[in-house]
């Protein structure tokens, strides 16, 4: 008799409620089916190849859309059950591809802070369109994250903002740019915008807007070649005197940089959350290749130290999923959300997955470092999580910050 136990795809949990299984099963299959074979496709293809009218990408947007898993959609649930829905359907779709994964997400973003911001109106108007979020700059990256300048250092000098916008009477007119990592920002219609304001010849922190990006003076640069998530587009918007009506406003100066702070929030969670699916797809392909694999005249996962690493591995995803989830209920339940909360998943989830696909690559010895096998691809993509939504040690600096109670000092 087989003393192997097989766990349900959400690991060591308690069971789901039957729509919760259902969107398991309903992302899961729609991850096998769909993500997987287009994913391994778009790797392959380049920046710009993978976003012409003929990519396969087109048609996984438009299957992803009948998903059901819009922000409007959603907002009747209770704040738990909506958390809860979002975090298994995401964790299945990254498991699936986690640049595509991720691209649902972030297609959702202008609607998410939107709500976030408590502004039904663009809650309404973002339904149904391609989202994406920009809020990085060529010359500030970690700047922009870090809005109440808790991680600067202490003579740094902000310098010029590359995008800044003014409210004129009952519009905001836009100028500049924003970085080349704007994901999603070639197929989406509508940017959750978070720039400089520009009053009286002085910028300063700032305003979140919906910009439509139909409108005239929003131009779009090249879709960026790069190393990993080679399936989540990115690239440059830029606006010369882009004009989006005053209703548009997401948060002005007042509420800014609090606003920031709750949308990394979201997104650090979120992201951790995509990092969790990536980790369990690297374990679980590694976990059958052990099976497969003969070496020494046994299945290589009847050597011990095979054996060891998977377990660690299989400890580690528990142990970032089991964070991450508790963050996120948190978060969904607390009076104020924290952000060190996810943070501590964001950097726990990313460096777990980064850690596991690692291994992963090991267990699969030369085959590992082949494109006949996902595992290159999987440590690409888990090394760009690192980076994305913050850097881990900007972020961790960021985190501390948040413990530093200067009444107790
Ligand atoms: C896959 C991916 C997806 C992304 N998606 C989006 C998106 O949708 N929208 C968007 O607007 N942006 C997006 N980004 C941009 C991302 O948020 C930035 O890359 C990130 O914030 C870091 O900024 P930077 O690349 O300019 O690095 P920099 O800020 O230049 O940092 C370079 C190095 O310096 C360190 N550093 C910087 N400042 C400090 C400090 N104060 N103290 C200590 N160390 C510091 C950093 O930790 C890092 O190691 C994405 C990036 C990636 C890789």
Known sequence: ????????????????SEMEQYVQDTAHRFAVDVL??????????????????????????????GLGLSVKAMLDMEPLERERIMMIAS???????????????????PGLYA??????????FCDGKLGCWGITEPDHGSDM??????????????GRPNCVARIEGDKIVVNGQKSAWVSGSAVAQVCALYCHLEENGKTRPGVSLI????????????????????????GEIYFDN????????LVGPDGYVDFVRHTLTEANAHVGNVA????????????????????????????QSVRSRLFHMFRKVEAARALVRRVMTYNATAPEAALQGSIAAKVTATQTAFEVASDALQIFGGNGMTREYPMEKLLRDARAMLIADGCNEMLALKGGSLLVNPELL
């Open 211 to 234: 910009v439509p990006l139909d409108l005239p003076g929003v131009t779009k640069g090249k879709a960026l070649e790069k190393m990993g998530l080679r399936c989540l587009n990115q």
């Open 145 to 158: 994250l870090d809005a109440d300048g808790s991680v600067a250092a202490a003579n740094g000098d902000y």
């Open 36 to 65: 997987r074979p287009a994913g391994a496709a778009l790797d392959e293809m380049s920046a710009e190849e993978s976003i012409a009218p003929d990519s396969p990408l087109w048609g996984i947007l438009e299957k992803a859309a």
């Open 91 to 109: 964790e299945e779709l990254s498991w699936g591809e986690c640049g595509l994964g991720s691209m649902v997400l972030v297609n959702q973003m």
């Open 115 to 124: 709500a976030l911001a408590g502004n039904m109106e663009m809650v309404d």
């Open 276 to 303: 969790v699916g990536l980790a369990r797809a690297a374990y679980e392909h590694a976990h059958a290749y052990a099976h497969e694999r003969k070496q020494g005249g046994l299945p290589i996962i009847r050597h």
């Open 1 to 16: 008799m087989s003393n192997y136990i097989d766990l349900p795809l959400s690991g060591l949990e308690e069971p789901l």
């Open 242 to 249: 882009v004009e989006v009506p005053l209703s548009h406003l």
